[in-house]
């Protein structure tokens, strides 16, 4: 099992910053790949960008240029920076992690993104 805890979320205007860690727990040593992913009300949820035990990292199209994802591996603990937030980024922000050999996922309980426009 993993658990995963997240923190940063909040209020912010448009073109403000905020910066989201996930801290992962339990098997650790199973993970490969960590993420972000987010749902805004009445939407999907969509994958923000995520980044493997090697540090390749992948972006949604509508982020990149703006977020940085980022891993501390001896922390065990995933960093989303978002820059020049926009509206549209309103969103439940959830952290992922992705284990070996199974390529089950495990999900964290969700931080509230709101960007005001």
């Known amino acids: 099992q993993v658990q995963l805890v997240e923190s940063g979320g909040g209020l912010v205007q448009a073109g403000g910053s905020l910066r989201l860690s996930c801290a992962a727990s339990g098997r650790v040593a199973s993970i490969n790949t960590m993420g972000w992913y987010r749902q805004a009300p009445g939407k999907q949820r969509e994958l923000v960008a995520t980044?493997?035990?090697?540090?390749?990292?992948n972006y949604a199209d509508s982020v990149k240029g703006r977020f940085t994802i980022s891993r501390d591996n001896a922390k065990n603990t995933v960093y989303l920076q978002m820059n020049s937030l926009k509206p549209e980024d309103t969103a439940v922000y959830y952290c992922?992690?992705?284990?070996?050999?199974?390529?089950?996922?495990?999900w964290g309980q969700g931080t509230q993104v709101t960007v005001s426009s």
């Open positions: 992922n992690a992705r284990v070996v050999p199974t390529s089950w996922n495990y």
């Open positions: 980044i493997t035990i090697g540090g390749t990292t």
